[in-house]
């Protein structure tokens, strides 16, 4: 015959529910000394229960956002990018941005944290229970030409990227749109004016977004339009994160000796 401890686990592994499972013995103690009412029971066992399963669904739209890698606000480097402004990112992680819908575009050279800090407030979006997309702009592209080519565009458009509170486009001009791939960008951005916001990064300033979008200046104007309208510009200035990598490594001081000497 079946203990109680072992009915109690059967009906919890049946019902799915796994933190009551692994504490209910635990609050029944903690209860039975602190005198606790039996609704005060219940609350606590069911909060435990609720906790668990809001961290089951933050690791999975973690997962589901496709980060390359998690990365913080906490653990970016400000000492060393003295050219991010610590104070307004810090202000964006309150999230109040994704609320009304505006855009995020982070503007600075190679290596200088773009990505990080794209990263680091889409993840912080993740653990608030809202979808996340991330994606670099090369790729993103790739996809909706081969979803237009499948007669799946409307279809991967409404999942990709309209079903979803915050996109992350990453690397914007790091490789040149086509006419083609430069229109499909345009309705992207389009489609989600005033609707969900967007993060973008790029090492170009917007005046040489026209070159990276096939030299179409009034589709550049009018994607720069809707995109600056409700707008947070961060400008990060600063050396890269890669070279002061390499340098406290010596790598880069071997590079260059070995340059020298070649020539």
Request: hydrophobic fraction near 40%; include cysteine.
């Amino acid at each position: 015959m079946l203990s109680q401890h072992e009915r109690i686990q059967t009906l919890c592994e049946q019902l799915k529910v796994q933190a009551i499972q692994g504490c209910y013995a635990d609050l029944a103690e903690t209860a039975a000394t602190n005198e606790t009412s039996y609704i005060d029971y219940l609350e606590e066992i069911l909060k435990a229960e609720h906790a668990m399963r809001q961290g089951r669904s933050r690791h999975t739209l973690a997962k589901l956002a496709g980060f390359p890698a998690i990365k913080t606000l906490e653990d970016f480097d400000f000492d060393f990018a003295t050219g991010a402004p610590r104070q307004r990112l810090l202000d964006l992680s309150g999230l109040a941005f994704l609320e009304r819908k505006e855009n995020v575009i982070l503007l600075g050279p190679s290596g200088t944290g773009k990505t990080h800090l794209a990263i680091a407030l889409g993840y912080r979006v993740t653990q608030s229970g809202a979808k996340v997309r991330f994606i670099s702009a090369a790729d993103l592209m790739l996809h909706l030409e081969s979803a237009q080519r499948q007669g799946r565009y409307k279809e991967v458009l409404r999942r990709s990227v309209l079903g979803l509170s915050l996109l992350i486009i990453d690397e914007i001009g790091y490789l040149p749109f086509s006419d083609t791939q430069a229109n499909l960008f345009f309705q992207v951005i389009a489609k989600r004016y005033e609707s969900g916001s967007v993060i973008l990064t790029s090492n170009l300033s917007f005046g040489e977004w026209e070159q990276a979008f096939g030299g179409n200046t009034a589709l550049t104007s009018a994607m720069l339009d809707r995109l600056l309208h409700h707008a947070h510009v961060i400008q990060i200035r600063g050396d890269s994160y890669r070279l002061k990598e390499k340098r406290k490594a010596g790598v880069l001081g071997q590079q260059l000796n070995a340059v020298q000497i070649e020539n």
